[in-house]
T-cell receptor, first 111, second 114 residues
Framework: DAKTTQPTSMDCAEGRAANLPCNHS???????VYWYRQIHSQGPQYIIH???NNETNEMASLIITEDRKSSTLILPHATLRDTAVYYC????????????FGKGTRLHILP | GAGVSQSPSNKVTEKGKDVELRCDPI?????LYWYRQRLGQGLEFLIY????????KSGLPSDRFSAERTGESVSTLTIQRTQQEDSAVYLC????????????FGSGTRLTVV
């Protein structure tokens, strides 16, 4: 059970911000939201994670709603190399637990 | 090493043969995970090692699958009497136990059973 719901696919124009939504309405208080992506023929790549505050790093920003039931991953200036499957996952950080991947969102960046 | 290393990168084997896949995690990473990804499908969890604790084998699909890890180093995934449905990319990942920064995945081993 992946505990998250994401759209199956999305398109975004190159150079625009890509906003990928994720619903996690049953998230627990000690669970973080993690995002990974998998570019074709590669292993998944960690992007970002957060608990309740918005987070930003060199790859993306993560916006988590106040009730923590949903979040949005933002790629500020999408490039063709951002075409990938994006996975939103909830799990306890520092926990003895494995990540269960859902089906993710297939993001197509259009030239 | 700088990343998670998996070998071989590609393996073609005949149905019924045994295969062994290797994963070298990042030095210092105490947790190690194996996943399977069939063509066009999502990632299936197989097994998880955390330090010297008993591994979580809950994802292994049958008793033909086994994995070992010595301490916090190399892991091997063994598939006995391979079947065509075992054809997939087998991905290994490692992570720190504390101060979680997420998993680092290897590039995988593409297994083809003919």
């Amino acid at each position: 059970d992946a505990k998250t719901t994401q759209p199956t696919s999305m398109d975004c124009a190159e150079g625009r911000a890509a906003n990928l939504p994720c619903n996690h309405s049953t998230i627990s208080g000690n669970e973080y939201v993690y995002w990974y992506r998998q570019i074709h023929s590669q292993g998944p790549q960690y992007i970002i994670h957060g608990l309740k505050n918005n987070e930003t790093n060199e790859m993306a920003s993560l916006i988590i709603t106040e009730d923590r039931k949903s979040s949005t991953l933002i790629l500020p200036h999408a490039t063709l190399r951002d075409t990938a499957v994006y996975y939103c996952i909830v799990r306890v950080a520092n926990g003895d637990d494995k990540i269960i991947f859902g089906k993710g969102t297939r993001l197509h960046i259009l030239p | 090493g700088a990343g998670v290393s998996q070998s071989p990168s590609n393996k073609v084997t005949e149905k019924g043969k045994d295969v062994e896949l290797r994963c070298d995690p990042i030095s210092g990473h105490t947790a190690l995970y194996w996943y399977r990804q069939r063509l066009g499908q999502g990632l299936e969890f197989l097994i998880y090692f955390q330090g010297n604790s008993a591994p979580d084998k809950s994802g292994l699909p049958s008793d033909r699958f086994s994995a070992e890890r010595t301490g916090e180093s190399v892991s091997t995934l063994t598939i006995q009497r391979t079947q065509q449905e075992d054809s997939a990319v087998y991905l290994c990942a490692s992570s720190f136990r504390t101060g979680d920064y997420g998993y680092t995945f290897g590039s995988g081993t593409r297994l083809t059973v003919v």
